[in-house]
């Protein structure tokens, strides 16, 4: 069983930045992809970024190109999303997922098992 444990959300003011991390409390698969989610009051979940942990490769939602890095530390087992430039429209709560295999891309949220809690960001 795999828990995820989010943090790091929070009020900021537009134009500031907040580092989210996702703790992941598992044995270590020989890949896993792992995508954050984020669902503002009205809308659907959507993917923004996603690392598929065995190689590296990261791949984003255009909405968050050049302002969102998503990155993980060296065993893999915490990722995290340097969010930049913050505006109005990326408040919502932020979500973590991880399933096992590879990432091509960002990916469907029924794709994943494993789900954290959420961290609020609102940005205002």
């Known amino acids: 069983h795999v828990q995820l444990v989010e943090s790091g959300g929070g009020l900021v003011r537009p134009g500031v930045s907040l580092r989210l991390s996702c703790a992941a409390s598992r044995y270590t698969y020989s890949s896993d992809c792992m995508e954050w989610f984020r669902q503002a009051p009205g809308k659907e979940r959507e993917g923004v970024a996603a690392?598929?942990?065995?190689?590296?490769?990261?791949y984003y939602a255009d909405s968050v190109k050049g302002r969102f890095t998503i990155s993980q530390d060296d065993d893999g087992n915490t990722v995290y999303l340097q969010m930049n430039s913050l505006g109005p429209e990326d408040t919502a709560t932020y979500y973590c997922a991880a399933d096992g295999g590879r990432c091509y891309m960002l990916n469907s949220r029924y794709r994943f098992s494993y789900w954290g809690q959420g961290t609020q960001v609102t940005v205002s």
């Open positions: 690392i598929d942990t065995s190689g590296g490769s990261t």
